[in-house]
């Protein structure tokens, strides 16, 4: 399939987990990707991006590593990116295979679980400060955005090309943490607040959907919920706030 269509077809969920390919759209994302061990099929870019000295060299550095570089009209490239202001650059790549049985488990091990967060800012921000935060992997559940979605990859700014980020039932969770003695938490605003108690060296901490927080499937298999104590006049905080709050909170 030509690079360009193929770019096309990805802007839909189900052609990116058919194919196991997904689009890194900006400058900035798109450099992170490449200097990443992860495979990448391809670039796209218009003549406007391409006379710029910074995409030139990602052009370069892109060819390096194998790929091809393809340039497009702003039309042609418009039908294919989804983010807003995509600066002309764009590139097609592997979604790395990933896996629970993968993941390095040792003491302390830290998980975020997301519990159907839906909007894709809101993941690519969580994604980010999760692996600045040294969090082992974070884990989605049905439900949540696909965490290869354009915008979640460039709101997560190069987070997904080294933090281990996948998508897990309840049940793959469960085992998990039978086998390694994990403790499941959640963010829950009527939940202790964090830091009251100790946590322990091996948690993964579950953040609900924006409105409707935690799901009942998952408030019923946690051991322990927890709060952040907040100004009465204020409701909540948006879930990437809190989440980056909590494990900082949490960190070992």
Not at 1 to 26: I, P, S, Y
Not at 215 to 224: F, G, I, K, P
Request: with cysteine; proline share 6%.
């Amino acid at each position: 399939m030509k690079l360009l269509t193929l770019a096309r077809d990805l802007r839909r969920r189900k052609a990116r987990e058919r194919q196991g390919l997904f689009v890194c759209e900006g400058v900035r994302a798109v450099e992170e990707l490449v200097r990443s061990s992860i495979p990448v099929r391809g670039m796209l870019a218009t003549a406007h991006a391409m006379g710029t000295p910074r995409t030139a060299r990602l052009a370069d550095l892109t060819r390096a590593r194998g790929a091809a570089v393809l340039e497009v009209s702003d039309a042609e490239f418009d039908s294919a990116a989804e983010t807003e202001s995509p600066q002309g650059v764009l590139a097609v790549a592997e979604v790395p295979a990933r896996t629970l049985d993968a993941l390095p488990v040792g003491d302390p091990l830290r998980l975020l679980v997301l519990d159907a967060v839906q909007d894709p800012g809101n993941v690519g921000t969580i994604l980010r400060t999760a692996a600045a935060l040294e969090v082992t992997a974070t884990l989605a559940l049905p439900g949540t955005v696909d965490l290869w979605n354009a915008k979640v990859v460039r709101s997560a700014m190069g987070a997904h090309f080294h933090h281990p980020a996948l998508v897990c039932t309840p049940d793959e969770i469960d085992a998990f943490r039978r086998r390694h003695g994990v403790e499941l938490w959640a963010a829950d605003a009527a939940g202790a607040p964090v830091g009251d108690v100790p946590a322990p060296a091996r948690l993964a901490l579950v953040v609900g959907n924006e409105g409707a927080g935690v799901s009942d499937l998952m408030r019923a298999r946690v051991e322990r919920s927890v709060s952040l104590p907040i100004a009465p006049t204020v409701e909540s905080l948006n879930v990437a706030v809190a989440a980056g709050i909590l494990m900082y909170a949490l960190r070992p």
